[in-house]
């Protein structure tokens, strides 16, 4: 496989990371990890991640991750190492509305012809809550209104559930 074209596969992990994010869809986060990666006190592969991410994300209304300045070594045809930075914002049950600044510290391996990640280490240079959520506003209505909630969390249940009830 030629570097451009692994270094294109392994860009589109964070990617495909933020998106499962976003969407609490730990299936598709579990694919994205090799069947080796450890999930400390969650344990190990596909099992363990789903635990993680069962916990992680059993209190998100809202998660989107901007990803951004993905630096990539590799350290043979199998093996590479990268840092990726990503702001975040979130509304959590627990938290409110935070927003972070995060640097990924990433290890790659490529299995069976595939890059996965073999870890992932999120550093969190800030996390900031607010006193006012940008999501407990009446609906944007756009194009009528830019100002308000707009239609990608109202389209989600769980979202528009809480949405609802916190109007």
């Known amino acids: 496989m030629s570097a451009l ?8 992990l964070p990617l495909r990371y933020a998106r499962a ?4 869809d730990i299936d598709e986060m579990a694919e994205l990890f090799s069947p080796q990666a450890r999930f400390g006190e969650f344990g190990q592969g596909p099992e363990g ?10 209190g998100s209304l809202f ?12 350290q043979d045809e199998n093996r590479a ?13 627990a938290d409110g509305f935070v927003d ?11 299995i069976d012809g595939r890059w996965l990640f073999a870890h992932r280490r999120h550093r969190l240079w800030y996390g900031a809550a607010h006193d006012r959520s940008p999501l407990v506003q009446p609906a944007a209505n756009w194009p009528a209104s830019q100002v308000g909630v707009g239609d990608i969390p109202l389209g989600d249940p769980e979202f528009a ?4 009830s916190s109007q």
Request: with cysteine; proline share 0%.
């Open 21 to 24: 994010i976003e969407s609490r």
């Open 49 to 58: 991640l789903r635990r993680l991410m069962a916990d992680s994300l059993s």
């Open 161 to 164: 559930d809480w949405w609802r």
């Open 81 to 93: 190492t990268g840092q990726v930075w990503a702001h975040c914002y979130a509304h959590t049950r």
């Open 63 to 74: 998660a989107v991750i901007l990803v951004a300045n993905h630096l990539i070594d590799f």
């Open 5 to 12: 074209l692994a270094r294109d596969e392994i860009r589109s």
């Open 100 to 110: 972070q600044l995060i640097r990924y510290d990433d290890r790659y391996e490529r």
